[in-house]
């Protein structure tokens, strides 16, 4: 089977940093992403890892361990417009030879003034 | 100048009926997805073409039928709608590349389901 655990929920506040965890279970593996959902709107690309090691874009970065299965996304000077869901995502593939992405179960970030 | 577009957006229907969704995507990729999230956010893939073949097809049941007329089209069809069809469904797509796999899925803004 497949699994992605996620924490549910995280709060923190303007300008702070927050990390948030994600841990992994797939038959297959081919690379870690992350999608960014504000309330009521589509879910938005974040960052890739394919290798282990951090990935830094602007103020998110995103570090993937492939031998533990964990991956993390780490906001730094946190906005009020950072509050949303966050999903982690794993490529796996299908018998066809396609890849298909497996979301994790999504953590809702609450950032307060 | 919408990227990947879905209509409708709202849809209340009753249950037993019949409905569809319709898909659009114009930024010239070769595979479509129609995601499921139910009211948890959980985000759940059902299906996906790749040049208007059926290539992922997830345990969905069968009231539940896409089709797709071209690649830049994926087009969803319920029959008989439940009440646990209640959700939001997304349509997405991405350029997929052969020992590629960072390839980033666009989605559209979802097409909210209620069924009473």
């Known amino acids: 089977g497949q699994s992605l655990e996620q924490p549910s929920e995280v709060t923190a506040v303007e300008g702070a940093i927050v990390q948030i965890n994600c841990t992994y279970q797939?038959?297959?593996?081919?690379?870690l992403s992350w999608y960014q959902q504000h309330d009521g709107g589509a879910p938005t690309f974040l960052s890739y890892?394919?290798?282990?090691g951090l990935e830094e874009t602007g103020r998110f970065s995103s570090f993937l361990s492939r031998s533990d299965s964990y991956g993390y996304l780490l906001l730094q000077e946190l906005q009020m417009k950072d509050s949303a869901s966050y999903f982690c995502?794993?490529?796996?593939?299908?018998?066809?030879?396609?890849?298909?992405?497996?979301f994790g179960t999504g953590t809702r970030l609450l950032v307060s003034p | 100048d919408t990227a990947v577009s879905q209509t409708p957006k709202y849809l209340v229907t009753q249950m037993g009926n019949d409905k569809s969704i319709k898909c659009e995507q114009n930024?010239?990729?070769?595979?479509m997805y129609w995601y499921k999230q139910d009211s948890k956010k959980f985000l759940k893939i059902m299906f996906s073409?790749?040049?208007?073949?059926?290539?992922i097809n997830e345990t969905v049941p069968n009231r539940f039928s896409p089709k797709s007329p071209d690649k830049a089209h994926l087009n969803l069809h319920i029959n008989s709608l439940e009440l646990g069809d209640s959700a939001v469904y997304f349509c997405?797509?991405?350029?997929?590349?052969?020992?590629?796999?960072?390839?980033?899925?666009?989605f559209g803004e979802g097409s909210w389901l209620t069924v009473v």
């Open positions: 997405a797509s991405s350029q997929e590349r052969q020992g590629y796999s960072g390839n980033t899925i666009y």
């Open positions: 073409y790749n040049n208007k073949e059926l290539i």
């Open positions: 995502a794993v490529r796996d593939l299908e018998d066809t030879g396609f890849q298909k992405l497996v």
């Open positions: 797939t038959s297959g593996f081919y690379g």
């Open positions: 930024l010239g990729h070769d595979t």
């Open positions: 890892n394919a290798l282990d």
